[in-house]
């Protein structure tokens, strides 16, 4: 089946360091959604990625799909200790449900 | 913000026994789904549900589990036997189709 993955799993940083995680997906996407979970929280929805090549920002955070729609990327600039939690990519198919990657937790030092 | 709202919060119970966990969606959202998370691990799809069915299931949701909208509002998700290794947080999640879904707070089930 289809499958997501994501690395690293873990990323320790320094605060004011910068932070990538990476996701890739067995299969062509139809979209791939980003998520931000808090250490006891509910993964909490960032962003939606669509078209080919999409680059979109968040303030600090930039998030890219790839060309082929298989893989995608968040690099966080100059984090803050409010940027720390667990990251997840997750694909989507056109049946609409979200298959997880395993996660990229940040920690960042002050 | 509009929120999905799950109860119970926490819900601990003997192996064997019947659990239901509930949620209430978004109102004007269409497409409901049961995710689970063991501690420390990822998100995993269970259930998608549809127009008062379900759309698609995955290899966890085996026939201990079902889904239903009792009353047309509330999303429900009963786990008919519950095993030891059923203990996870579970989520309710609602999505309009069109953009990202939202998650509710969780129901941390521990089976004892």
């Known amino acids: 089946g289809q499958q997501v993955m994501q690395i690293p799993q873990y990323q320790h940083v320094q605060e004011g360091e910068d932070f990538t995680t990476y996701c890739n997906s067995s299969?062509?996407?139809?979209?791939i959604q980003w998520y931000k979970q808090r250490p006891g929280g509910h993964p909490v929805f960032l962003i939606q990625?669509?078209?080919?090549?999409e680059v979109k920002k968040q303030k600090r955070l930039t998030f890219q799909f790839g060309e082929a729609k298989k893989n995608s990327s968040l690099h966080i600039t100059a984090t803050q200790t409010t940027d720390v939690g667990t990251y997840f990519c997750?694909?989507?198919?056109?049946?609409?449900?979200?298959?997880f990657g395993q996660g990229t937790e940040l920690s960042v030092k002050p | 913000e509009p929120e999905v709202t799950q109860t119970p919060s926490h819900q601990v119970t003997q192996m064997g026994q019947e659990v239901i966990l509930r949620c209430v969606p978004i109102?004007?959202?269409?497409?409901f789904y049961w995710y689970r998370q063991i501690l420390g691990q990822k998100v995993e799809f269970l259930v998608s549900?549809?127009?008062?069915?379900?759309?698609?299931k995955s290899e966890i949701f085996d026939d201990q589990f079902s889904v239903e909208r009792p009353d047309g509002s509330n999303f429900t998700l009963k786990i008919r036997s519950t095993k030891l290794e059923d203990s996870a947080m579970y989520f309710c999640?609602?999505?309009?189709?069109?953009?990202?879904?939202?998650f509710g707070s969780g129901t941390r089930l521990t089976v004892v």
């Open positions: 997750a694909g989507n198919n056109q049946g609409g449900k979200l298959i």
């Open positions: 299969t062509t996407l139809s979209n």
């Open positions: 990625l669509v078209k080919s090549g």
């Open positions: 109102s004007n959202h269409l497409y």
């Open positions: 549900f549809y127009n008062n069915e379900i759309s698609e």
């Open positions: 999640t609602t999505g309009d189709g069109d953009y990202g879904y939202t």
